[in-house]
């Protein structure tokens, strides 16, 4: 699984003409996404409390994730009552649910734990995104929706698209490409982020309005277990995220030599059996906070679990330009 995932990122993030099968694929998937959205826009409902949407064009891997976490926590500097309100994906709960601290990854999703662990607000885990709103509104008088883009049922004062700084790969959609939308749709967004972990990044243009621009450095590394160990120089960096790169290229540009590597499919639930695997290196393991969520309550209490933190940096103004759409959306 890991090898054909690794395959099909190689053709999205490549130039190359996408194999024939995929770009055969691409019109039905293009025609099923379009006749969704569609539904979607005919029953818009306006939640009680104004709604941010952070959402992406492409698959997977545009950070918003990080994003929504630091948004959330310079609104709430700025006087707001934010809450976050994502779909709980890869757990087992569909109901609407306030996430608690250190809950149970299998249940509410990883995505979602790892909000309720890091966020400095209220975090809502719900399939039904529109129910999760009224849950909101009874806790706070700022709605944050973690992707949101696509989902068109809920109305939203600012609609935020993250781009990441790769752009739009070889500009197919699914399956030929990374594109969930044509390039066209970011007409619908407010603000257009692009997001990297590289401070030099080459960015592209994807469009010809502003491009804001938001980082998700390397921190260092904490070993959530409280083992006493010292920080390793060297790991083996294993993570279940939908661009694995980008998690192995900030441990390297932290001078951590990567001894090896171990990927699975996003969301993917750890078993007792992959811990065990783990552990038997005998070598420093590092993960994301998405996988740590996950692994920690099977994570051998006198071994350290090594979490790479984050640091984010904004673009001047950005902050500001959101907080204007949320005040005068109709500008």
């Known amino acids: 699984m890991a090898n054909i995932h690794a395959w099909v990122e190689r053709i999205w ?9 995929l770009r055969l694929l691409e019109p039905a998937y293009a025609a099923i ?14 939640p009680s409390i104004p709604m941010i ?10 950070g918003k994730t990080p994003f929504a976490l630091w948004l959330a926590t310079e609104l709430k500097a700025h006087g707001y009552q934010p809450v976050i309100l994502c779909r709980g994906d890869g757990g087992k709960s569909g109901k609407a649910a306030l996430v608690e601290a250190r809950a149970d990854a299998n249940s509410v999703g990883d995505e979602a734990c790892m909000l309720a662990d890091l966020a400095p607000c209220p975090v809502i885990a719900a399939q039904d995104r529109v129910a999760g709103s009224q ?8 709605l944050i929706l973690d992707d949101g883009f696509q989902y068109r049922q809920l109305d939203r004062c600012c609609d935020i698209v993250l781009v990441p700084a790769e752009g739009i790969g070889n500009g197919h959609q699914i399956p030929a490409g990374p594109l969930r939308e044509p390039v066209a749709a970011l007409q619908r967004a407010d603000i257009v982020v692009r997001t990297s972990n590289r401070p030099q990044a080459r960015i592209d243009p994807v469009w010809s309005h502003k491009e804001w621009r938001w980082q998700a450095k390397a921190g260092e590394l904490i070993d959530i277990r409280n083992t006493g160990a010292p920080a390793p120089a060297q790991v083996c960096a294993a993570t279940a995220i939908a661009r694995p790169q980008r ?9 951590i030599a990567l001894l090896s590597t171990q990927t699975w499919p996003d969301h993917y639930r750890f078993t007792k059996q992959d811990t065990a695997a783990l552990l038997a290196l005998n ?3 590092a993960v994301t906070a998405k996988d740590a969520v ?17 640091r984010a940096e904004a673009e001047e103004g950005l902050l500001n330009a959101i907080i204007r759409q949320i005040q005068h959306p109709e500008q």
């Open 53 to 62: 949407s952070i959402g992406n064009i492409t698959a997977g891997g545009s």
């Open 13 to 21: 993030w490549s130039q190359a003409r996408p194999p024939l099968l």
């Open 135 to 142: 849950l909101a509104a009874g806790i706070g008088n700022l």
């Open 294 to 310: 996950k692994l920690v309550r099977l994570w051998a209490a006198d071994r350290p679990l090594w979490v790479l933190q984050q």
């Open 283 to 285: 070598t420093p393991v």
């Open 33 to 46: 996404s379009r006749r969704h959205l569609s539904k979607r826009s005919r029953a818009v409902i306006k």
């Open 247 to 255: 998690f192995f290229d900030d441990l390297a540009s932290t001078g």
